[in-house]
């Protein structure tokens, strides 16, 4: 039954709260995978996996009893929807965390878990020395499932919601300026993107399976790196095999993992031309060689430099790391220098390309940005020109061009806002806007409290809660998520 609001205004509450059920129906599936370590493993959790799986399918079978009046659903059920999602499945996805024995307080395991949907990173597990694999697996699950959206994996999985706002809940998910279909149908579209994530994460798997790496590690790491999460099976992460090797099969992929995903799939299916005209992977290929040597230059100054492996490998490996807001990084990355912060945030605010499973602004909003006030300077010299900004060699819509400002603009207010939050709540003040920085961003590093792996356990729990909340901003690109606290979304 639709429940009724302030102006008459209504949500399909029952259409919600199935579809809600589908994508619960659909975590537990992906549940099986640490009860199944677990049981290889014979670690003592198996049965609070269980139960959590039992929990969390139970939930979801039940609300898909609902029988809505009718399965249609607007732009405002379809950004609702977005938003509960994955605070409900996050609120689920917990219950592993909670159930083992990790120790961890609702609010620590709800900041973990909506930090792996998000594919942020940052945790608050003090070592994971002692952590069982099928924790550390589900870890690497939930950012899997994030990287493109759980969402995204349901219109794929379940055609009905092309007649029920699909295209809504599509564009209300995925990131970027505008949502081309590559496909007649939304579902098939989601499919096909799927298709080369689960495609990628597979050859990943099997290239890091031939290094020192056992077949766990490489499934973990597999996940964390397509997804862009940077979620570690260990206290050392990547120091404990040293692996040249690991390092350029991960930066390949994590320099994959911020490429559009809808230019990959038209790559694969023979339209190569497309690379040479998409602005936002030139500027991206160009922003990684720029970043590589300003990081080098750096090293060299600093006299960091220890053999050549340091101005190469291990340079290039943090620069796609950072951009594609993975945040893997070397122990000592701080150390190096002034030069190297700056760079580093320059990484985390920019982000790579729309479209792919990493954070930050994105390069396509900057460069329809440049080229909006590369138009303004040269009108004031010629006021009577007609200027457009072009993106691959298109025209963009005056709508668009000013949807990407505001997406700028509130993006760096977020960041004000939140960083004098965190101040309050008593956050140092260079920790407290970094750390906004990077959870809007989805990086996950941290800076003194935290140190640069972003180990988030001794900042306070209000301050979780405020990190979670820009988290999930930062994830579903701020419009999504802000624009229910305001009148106008409930007004008809």
């Given at each position: ?18 579809v809600i ?11 099986v995978?640490?009860c ?13 996996l ?12 039940g609300?898909?009893?609902?029988k809505?009046k009718t ?5 405002r059920e ?5 938003a ?13 965390f ?5 120790h ?6 709800f900041f973990e878990t909506?930090?792996?949907?998000t594919?942020?990173g940052a945790s ?9 694999k ?6 690497c699950?939930v ?11 349901t ?5 009905m ?8 809940l599509?564009n209300a998910?995925?990131t970027?300026?505008t ?5 007649p149908r939304?579902?098939y579209?989601a ?6 994530y689960?495609i ?8 890091l399976s031939f290094s ?5 590690d490489?499934v973990c790491y ?9 979620f570690?099976t ?7 095999w ?16 911020g490429?559009?995903?809808a ?7 023979g339209k190569?031309k497309?690379?040479?005209k998409?602005d936002?992977?030139k500027?991206y290929?160009?922003i ?5 040597l300003?990081l080098t230059l750096?090293?060299?100054?600093s ?5 050549v492996?340091?101005?190469t490998i ?5 620069t796609?790391?950072i951009l594609?807001?993975t945040g893997?990084?070397e122990?000592?990355f ?6 190297s912060i ?6 985390m605010?920019?982000?790579?390309c ?6 930050g602004?994105?390069?396509?909003r900057f460069i329809?940005l440049?080229?909006?006030l590369k138009n303004?300077f040269y ?7 007609v ?16 949807k990407?400002?505001?997406?700028l ?17 008593g956050l140092?003040i260079?920790d407290?806007f970094f ?5 809007i961003s ?6 003194d409290?935290t140190?640069?792996?972003g180990?988030y356990?001794h ?10 909340f820009?988290m999930l ?5 701020l ?11 409930w007004k008809?």
């Amino acid at each position: 039954m639709p429940v009724y609001l302030k102006h008459r205004a209504y949500i399909n509450l029952r259409m919600l709260l199935r579809v809600i059920g589908y994508l619960l129906v659909i975590e537990s599936i992906f549940m099986v995978v640490p009860c199944f370590t677990a049981l290889v493993y014979k670690e003592s959790c198996i049965i609070p996996l269980l139960i959590s799986l039992a929990v969390t399918a139970g939930c979801g079978v039940g609300m898909t009893f609902l029988k809505p009046k009718t399965r249609e659903m607007g732009k405002r059920e379809a950004i609702l929807l977005t938003a509960l999602t994955w605070v409900i499945l996050s609120m689920f996805g917990m219950l592993p965390f909670l159930f083992s024995n990790t120790h961890l307080s609702v609010t620590d395991a709800f900041f973990e878990t909506m930090s792996g949907f998000t594919t942020t990173g940052a945790s608050v597990l003090n070592t994971l020395s002692n952590v069982p694999k099928s924790i550390l697996i589900w870890r690497c699950v939930v950012q899997w499932i994030g990287g493109l959206g759980i969402i995204l994996f349901t219109l794929a999985v379940m055609p009905m919601l092309n007649y029920s706002g699909g295209m809504q809940l599509f564009n209300a998910e995925v990131t970027g300026i505008t949502h081309d279909k590559l496909r007649p149908r939304v579902s098939y579209t989601a499919k096909s993107l799927w298709g080369v994530y689960i495609i990628l994460t597979t050859i990943l798997i099997i290239l890091l399976s031939f290094s020192d790496m056992g077949l766990f590690d490489a499934v973990c790491y597999g996940l964390s790196t397509m997804s862009t999460g940077g979620f570690s099976t260990s206290d050392m992460s990547l120091g404990q095999w040293n692996s040249i090797y690991i390092k350029i099969v991960m930066s390949v992929f994590m320099f994959l993992g911020g490429v559009n995903f809808a230019l990959i799939y038209n790559v694969s299916q023979g339209k190569v031309k497309n690379l040479f005209k998409n602005d936002a992977l030139k500027v991206y290929c160009w922003i990684v060689v720029i970043c590589y040597l300003l990081l080098t230059l750096n090293m060299i100054i600093s006299g960091m430099v220890r053999n050549v492996e340091d101005v190469t490998i291990d340079t290039i490996f943090q620069t796609i790391s950072i951009l594609s807001s993975t945040g893997i990084t070397e122990p000592d990355f701080l150390d190096s220098g002034s030069l190297s912060i700056v760079v580093l945030i320059f990484m985390m605010f920019m982000g790579a390309c729309a479209g792919s499973t990493s954070g930050g602004a994105k390069i396509d909003r900057f460069i329809v940005l440049i080229k909006f006030l590369k138009n303004e300077f040269y009108k004031m010299i010629h006021p009577g020109t007609v200027t457009t900004v072009c993106i691959n060699g298109k025209g963009t819509s005056t709508a668009i061009v000013q949807k990407t400002l505001a997406f700028l603009f509130l993006y760096g207010i977020v960041i004000i806002l939140g960083g004098m939050a965190l101040c309050l709540m008593g956050l140092p003040i260079k920790d407290s806007f970094f750390c906004a920085l990077s959870a809007i961003s989805n990086t996950g590093l941290g800076t003194d409290i935290t140190g640069i792996a972003g180990n988030y356990a001794h900042v306070p729990d209000i301050a979780k809660w405020t990190l979670t909340f820009i988290m999930l901003v930062g994830r579903l690109e701020l419009f999504t998520i802000l624009l229910i606290f305001t009148p106008t979304f409930w007004k008809k």
